[in-house]
């Protein structure tokens, strides 16, 4: 019979063997350090000259599309960075860039545990959790930068998801309201936040504005929902595939990612009972450029996709009430709004279980209505700031801030 240990218990029995491990590690770090000056008859020794100026870390490979402009921007300055990702087939690992070295640091713990030992100067990540679980802070790291990866909610994530890091660039003033609403409620300090704007959005921005609109297709629709107990397939499962097949529209269907980890048996189950046809197929290309392209609406839930859809691709949605439960995450302590609940109504309308059977007429109605379109505009002005910037104003605020870190070392 196997033991069992509960993720909780696993994480802490994690945390106690790194903290061990990292006390025997400053331990011979610091006799090695005494054994070098002795050795050099009392001089100075430089204990630091192993230290990476910059390091992005990546949990996965499907955030290459959120660090890629920002890794342009540092290589056409001629900035060296390490990209250190737990994913073995990341696109990061053959980037183009002269100056982005890409490192596989292994799976899930593998990588936190090289992580909590790093010594650099800054770490930027768009990973939440920083030491709450398993990746904890490194002593041998200055300063801890996050970088949001959708146009939604800084409190989106899990409890305690961004309260350890020391800075957050974020793109609309409501993240920064919302952010220090959280430190004061919690006791605390205030973080550096930079309003940076989306650089990934502007990246598909400028690749849209590129290609182009798509060729002139059958009416498509595209469902992309989120994972977890609040999203579309755990509240509706099947019976939304089989309304949108009624519809006699193409039909594009896109899990997040995360289902086929966390809700392998749904997804199964799915996939059997609704095989890919001339009508219907199931989209899991890395990147969403094309499908999204070629969508004329999409149906989602909380998904950070809805807003690349609509503000981006400038086309309506249609968004599943799904009874979203706050209290895993940070948004469970707001007293103000979730912007995204305030956005939704204006771009889009709500799907729910009353009126799913009408959801053809909910389509056409979204297509051709034009207040939509006022909706988009004033959610794309208060949660895309600084448009058209994101990767410059990124990379200017990383060496304006690296800079700071070296000029105080060097005056210590």
């Not at 309003?195 to 502007?202: A, R, S, W």
């Not at 929902?225 to 097949?245: C, D, H, N, T």
């Not at 979203?324 to 709500?350: H, M, N």
């Amino acid at each position: 019979m196997g033991l069992y240990i509960d993720p909780g218990t696993g994480s802490m029995l994690f945390a106690i063997l790194i903290g061990i491990i990292g006390a025997l590690s400053y331990l011979l770090k610091d006799l090695l350090v005494k054994l070098r000056f002795i050795l050099s008859g009392g001089k100075k020794v430089e204990s630091n000259a192993d230290k990476i100026p910059l390091v992005i870390f990546s949990d996965d490979k499907r955030y290459w599309n959120v660090f890629e402009p920002v890794c342009r921007e540092l290589d056409r300055r001629g900035v060296d960075v390490v990209y250190m990702t737990a994913s073995p087939d990341d696109p990061a690992l053959s980037a183009p860039y002269e100056h982005v070295r890409g490192e596989f640091i292994g799976e899930n713990n593998k990588a936190f545990a090289k992580l909590n030992f790093l010594n650099a100067s800054i770490v930027l990540s768009t990973t939440p959790g920083l030491d709450v679980y398993q990746w904890k802070r490194s002593k041998k790291v200055r300063y801890y930068v996050h970088m949001l990866h959708a146009a939604n909610e800084v409190a989106g994530y899990r409890m305690f998801g961004i309260d350890y890091y020391d800075a957050l660039l974020l793109s609309g003033e409501y993240q920064v309201r919302d952010v220090r609403f959280l430190e004061e409620k919690r006791g605390l300090p205030p973080k550096e936040l930079v309003k940076i704007g989306i650089p990934y959005m502007d990246e598909m921005a400028a690749r849209l504005e590129a290609q182009g609109p798509a060729a002139p297709h059958e009416r498509t629709v595209l469902l992309a929902p989120s994972w977890g107990q609040s999203a579309i397939f755990q509240k509706y499962g099947g019976r939304i595939i089989e309304v949108l097949l009624k519809t006699g529209y193409h039909i594009v269907i896109r899990p997040h990612p995360q289902s086929f980890t966390a809700e392998k048996d749904l997804m199964e189950k799915l996939l059997r009972e609704y095989p890919e046809s001339e009508q219907l197929e199931w989209n899991r290309d890395n990147d969403n450029f094309e499908v999204l392209r070629r969508a004329d609406i999409l149906i989602s839930d909380f998904s950070g996709v809805i807003f690349d859809f609509s503000l981006v691709y400038d086309k309506p949605v249609i968004y599943a009430d799904t009874e979203f439960d706050k209290s895993p995450y940070d948004a469970w302590w707001l007293e103000t709004p979730y912007w995204t609940f305030t956005a939704l109504p204006r771009i889009g309308q709500k799907l729910t279980a009353d009126n799913l059977a009408a959801l053809k007429e909910m389509i056409d109605a979204c297509l051709t209505d034009p207040k939509y379109a006022q909706g988009r505009q004033e959610a794309r002005a208060e949660t895309w700031e600084h448009k058209g910037e994101g990767a410059k104003r990124a990379v200017d605020y990383l060496l304006d801030k690296y800079q700071e870190l070296t000029t105080v070392e060097e005056e210590k």
